[in-house]
């Protein structure tokens, strides 16, 4: 298994019960969706994973890694495996495309060498072969902040892919963009997924994008999983279990 959680829970400070007990087994090269209302604990699973968010008990084992229990050195080697894609891109807005992509090669590079923008040639060509995978190559030497939401997002996949990772965490990369630029995007963690090996793990808001991409569906529910299978099996009476009675399906097209 590529990923491997056993009695996940995550209590925050002030008493809210985010995951409660979360078991899940993710095979090598599977692209799983993770669905449910906001605040049924998502982010916090993803975060979770490779430990942005502490859990407060249970275990996470990536490729038979122990994550929670890893010191900093160990989480360190772990997160170069771990590709992290975030709702909000997660650019550093001032530097070039070129070099928030290379941010991807952090964890195999010298500290003070990346401080001062120093990588070796092979990774500024791995850093614009990814660019030119996601269609942005020609922004290579722009800032992040001149950038449209949908290409900031793409230099975020190719970030992530230039890490060459085992796992891609997707943390809602789709919820503030338009469904044309919601698909592309999706597209990209398609090909990776498929034509890569890589495995995806993917948070969404709207099951229609589930049932596009996603070989495997996960619903959570006040931090329980409430579903677990083949997005065709959610009918409207298990869309309804997840979402609420009066909740109504939207097609993003």
């Not at 979360?22 to 430990?51: E, H, Y």
């Not at 992040?144 to 939401?149: I, N, P, V």
Request: charged share 25%; aromatic share 6%; proline share 4%.
């Amino acid at each position: 298994m590529a990923l491997d959680i056993a009695q996940l829970r995550k209590v925050y400070p002030d008493g809210t019960v985010a995951l409660d007990g979360i078991d899940l087994l993710v095979p090598d090269g599977q692209f799983l969706a993770v669905i449910g209302l906001s605040g049924s604990g998502k982010s916090t699973l993803m975060r979770c994973i490779n430990r942005l968010i502490e859990p407060t008990s249970g275990t996470i084992t990536l490729d038979g890694i122990d994550v929670t229990s890893a010191n900093r050195q160990e989480l360190r080697r772990i997160r170069g495996q771990v590709g992290m894609i975030f709702q909000q891109f997660n650019l550093v807005k001032r530097s070039s495309v070129l070099t928030n992509t290379l941010a991807g090669r952090l964890g195999y590079v010298d500290t003070f060498l990346s401080l001062i923008n120093w990588f070796p040639s092979k990774d500024r060509e791995l850093a614009m072969l990814n660019l030119t995978r996601v269609g942005i190559a020609e922004k290579a030497e722009q800032r992040a902040d001149t950038l449209s939401g949908g290409q900031q997002q793409r230099v975020g996949i190719a970030r992530a892919l230039t890490q060459k990772p085992k796992l891609i965490l997707a943390d809602e990369p789709v919820a503030s963009l338009d469904p044309a630029t919601a698909h592309s995007i999706l597209d990209y963690l398609e090909q990776a997924n498929k034509q890569d090996g890589i495995t995806v793990v993917c948070s969404l808001h709207f099951l229609s994008l589930a049932r596009r991409y996603a070989d495997r569906v996960i619903a959570l529910k006040a931090g329980k999983i409430v579903f677990d299978g083949p997005p065709d099996e959610i009918d409207d009476t298990r869309f309804k279990e997840i979402y609420g009675e009066g909740a109504e399906e939207v097609e993003v097209t």
